[in-house]
């Protein structure tokens, strides 16, 4: 099992920075605007062949009457009680806070190993003294770092590896099915991910926009791992107007680049919106398989036809798409969320099915003789055999006479005929169609 580490401290010292530094890519958000960072944000890290779980979170605000600044306090408390070893990360310019003496406190209660480090020591020996005050917290030698230059960031992972137990961090093979929630803000995902894990593990507002990372949470059912992704909500590019706004479009980009399978969460009172399809457009484009998840379905008015009658909207407003299963949800009150999981495992599998080779030119040999091949200036298709070259998605090499030849309702032909047979619920399949320079194939 990987220990984990937690970067807390007040706002704006520098957590995010540092969180990238030792990730080693850019990870969270990074503005000089307090409370940037608004959930816990996990990701893998390693020191000296110890790896571990890095988190980064919301800077702490102990005495506070605002609620965003509250909740930010509440998911600190959550990484501060998972965490093996914390990293309290203060401001070297600004020197000893109040603020600081309370956040002590809290870990002092916590009973974990605590390391304290002074941020923006941009030349450490320049400001050799400035971190003298700081043993004031009472957690033992602080450690002088620059998470913008990465100096002293060495020294910090020595001390954080050391509060390792003996043989923890050992590398091992992520299995999980990786499940990216993407969708347009405010649809909804933070509630479903929140309803799943049955905790308030992501912070949920009726702001649009809160969540701004993405964020990934492990959960275990029955011997089946998971990894949920929450992501940003994807706003219209002419709504993306400043710097945090469009790190959170790239996030939700990457998100998706990493899942397994995503989920379009889409709120049933407005039904499927231009930004809804330019997402999943692109999580059709990287080939990830999908399910569309319409949530708030237990306020959305309703008779004996609804559920067809938008199943219907789905496929024409989602037409490139059509494989893709949907299910009717509430986030709110839990309505056949528990149904999530059997559709996931089934759109991975799918996703991972493979044909042999026999058996697919047996389905290609049938295909061309009930609907005959095009032709173009006297010149006909020929189909000469195809394989499966890979999963995730389902990808096809189809070897032919003349590519100019295989005109793209054809490949949508033959792609149904697969999918009549095997049926590929969930995933879009991939086609790459291969030239021979003579009719003999063996050529």
């Known amino acids: 099992m990987k220990p984990t580490v937690a970067i807390v401290g007040r706002p704006n010292v520098g957590k995010s920075t540092l969180f990238n530094k030792i990730v080693g890519k850019r990870v969270s958000i990074v503005e000089d605007t307090p409370g940037v ?36 306090k509440l998911q600190a408390d959550i990484a501060i009680e998972m965490a093996d070893v914390i990293i309290l990360l203060t401001d070297l310019r600004d020197g000893l806070t109040a603020n600081d003496m309370d956040v002590a406190v809290m870990l002092q209660k916590s009973g974990k190993p605590v390391i304290v480090a002074c941020n923006k020591a941009d030349t450490i020996s320049r400001n050799q003294y400035l971190h003298y005050e700081f043993y004031n917290l009472g957690l033992g030698d602080p450690v002088s770092v620059s998470s913008i230059h990465g100096l002293g960031v060495g020294d910090l992972l020595d001390e954080v590896v050391a509060h390792f137990p003996e043989g923890a961090g050992e590398e091992e093979e992520d299995e999980s099915i990786k499940v990216a929630v993407i969708g347009k803000p405010n649809a ?37 791992e998971y990894t949920f992704i929450d992501t940003a909500g994807v706003r219209k590019k002419s709504k993306v107007n400043d710097n945090i706004e ?21 709120d049933g009172t407005e039904g499927v919106t231009e930004q809804d399809t330019k997402i999943a457009g692109y999580a059709h484009e ?22 067809q009658e938008y199943r219907k909207d789905l496929q024409r407003d989602l037409i490139f798409m059509t494989y893709a299963p949907s299910l009717f949800i509430s986030a709110k009150t839990g309505l056949r969320v528990s149904s999530l999981y059997e559709l996931i495992n089934y759109v991975n599998e ?62 949508r032909y033959i792609e149904n005929q697969i999918r009549a047979i095997f049926g590929f619920e969930g995933t879009p399949i991939r086609f790459f169609i291969r030239e021979r320079n003579s009719d003999n194939p063996n050529k």
């Open 37 to 72: 960072t608004r959930d816990r944000i996990y990701q893998d890290a390693e020191w000296c062949g110890r790896h571990f779980t890095l988190i980064d979170t919301g800077g702490i605000e102990p005495k506070t009457n605002d609620d965003i600044l509250k909740k930010m």
């Open 188 to 224: 909804g995902k933070s509630s479903l991910i929140n309803r799943i894990l049955g905790e308030e593990r992501l912070i949920v507002s009726d702001v649009a926009g809160t969540t701004r990372d993405a964020i990934d949470t492990k959960i275990t059912v029955g011997e089946t």
């Open 286 to 307: 990287q080939g990830k398989a999908m399910i569309i998840v319409i949530n708030k379905w237990d306020i959305v008015e309703k008779d004996g036809r609804t559920m």
């Open 350 to 411: 799918q996703q991972c099915m493979r044909i042999k080779t026999g058996m697919l030119n047996d389905i290609l040999a049938e295909a061309t003789a009930k609907v005959q091949p095009p032709s173009d200036k006297g010149r006909r298709l020929k189909i000469y055999y195809g394989t499966q070259a890979g999963v995730k998605p389902p990808t096809f090499v189809i070897f032919v006479n003349d590519v100019r030849l295989m005109h793209f309702s054809y490949e």
């Open 246 to 266: 469009k790190y959170s479009v790239l996030r939700s980009y990457q998100a998706v680049d990493r899942a397994d399978v995503c989920l379009l969460v889409i």
